[in-house]
């Protein structure tokens, strides 16, 4: 199994760090922003910045001859269905609670495996999809029990992890000579123009300027969240040991929760915290192969 380098293990902790931090953040830019026109501002800023980085790199952004319809097909469920539901769901939903949800993707992925793709699921994956429907049924118990709760928000937060899981099937499927980068970057150029049109069309009586804190949150998901990230997956992602890989997805949620508490003040119910338990027991029995288990070659 390839080892992880010092740089990489660096890199790697700080994804995980601006990716579970992020959804406090996002939670504290849609708060009183419109959700669609705040994304849009951060995808548009965070194409920038990648772009830049991509030349300071030397990684082309030249799409090959009939790669178009690829991209589209790759973009629909990995980025515009997830970023559009997301950002909804976190106007209504604590981001902890919304981390949470959205990390039963890679259970969605079992699923969208068996259903689509041919795959059988191990013994151990169905645990893991039993684990992560309890976590999910008290999720949304309390959603709709809880006064000023949104079951809606749980359900947008569903279908946005169950449409990645099915993406990440999609990727490995529909392989492309184009760079990790390159390829990131026309996805979100595709996803941008649905922002734009959703905010257009639904929110443009709310357009604002962003206040300071606003922007702040603004330039988070420009710099760290969207650019850095995705800069440094794209270099990790054709390397990372698997344990790696989902030791690290693992860590987003608690990160999540644990952050909303700390940044926005938010305190989780004995459910969030039962639902994180049952979550992280499904992605471990996903993710995590077992000990001497050894990796398909790619």
Not at 185 to 202: C, D, E, N, Q, Y
């Amino acid at each position: 199994m390839t080892r992880l380098s010092n740089r990489d293990l660096v890199l790697l902790v700080l994804l995980t760090l601006f990716w579970g931090v992020n959804w406090p953040v996002m939670k504290f830019g849609v708060t009183e922003l419109p959700p669609l026109y705040f994304r849009t501002i951060c995808i548009g800023g965070g194409l920038v910045v990648m772009a830049i980085a991509a030349r300071a790199m030397g990684v082309p952004l030249a799409v090959p001859r009939g790669a178009w319809p690829r991209i589209v097909r790759l973009s629909i469920p990995n980025l515009i269905v997830w970023h559009t539901l997301v950002v909804i769901a976190l106007k209504m939903l604590p981001s902890g609670r919304a981390a949470i949800l959205g990390y039963t993707m890679p259970v969605w992925a079992v699923l969208a495996g068996l259903l689509f793709f041919g795959e059988r699921p191990l013994a151990r994956h169905w645990w893991g999809v039993a684990a992560a429907f309890g976590g999910t049924l008290l999720l949304l118990s309390s959603e709709f029990t809880a006064l000023a709760g949104s079951p809606l928000g749980t359900l947008l937060m569903l279908v946005a992890a169950a449409a990645w899981g099915y993406g990440t099937h999609l990727m490995r499927r529909h392989l492309t000579d184009m760079p990790v980068l390159a390829l990131t970057f026309w996805m979100l150029a595709l996803t941008l123009p649905v922002m734009i049109a959703g905010s257009v069309l639904f929110e443009r009586a709310a357009w604002r300027a962003p206040t300071a804190g606003e922007w702040a949150a603004i330039a988070y998901n420009v710099v760290f969240a969207i650019a850095f990230c995705h800069v440094v997956w794209s270099r990790l992602a054709r390397t990372l040991p698997p344990a790696a890989s989902g030791l690290s997805v693992m860590m987003i949620p608690v990160l999540g929760v644990f952050s909303g508490m700390w940044m926005l003040g938010e305190r989780p119910y004995w459910q969030d915290y039962a639902a994180l338990v049952l979550i992280l027991f499904a992605l471990a029995t996903v993710l995590l192969a077992p000990r001497g288990a050894t990796r398909a070659p790619s």
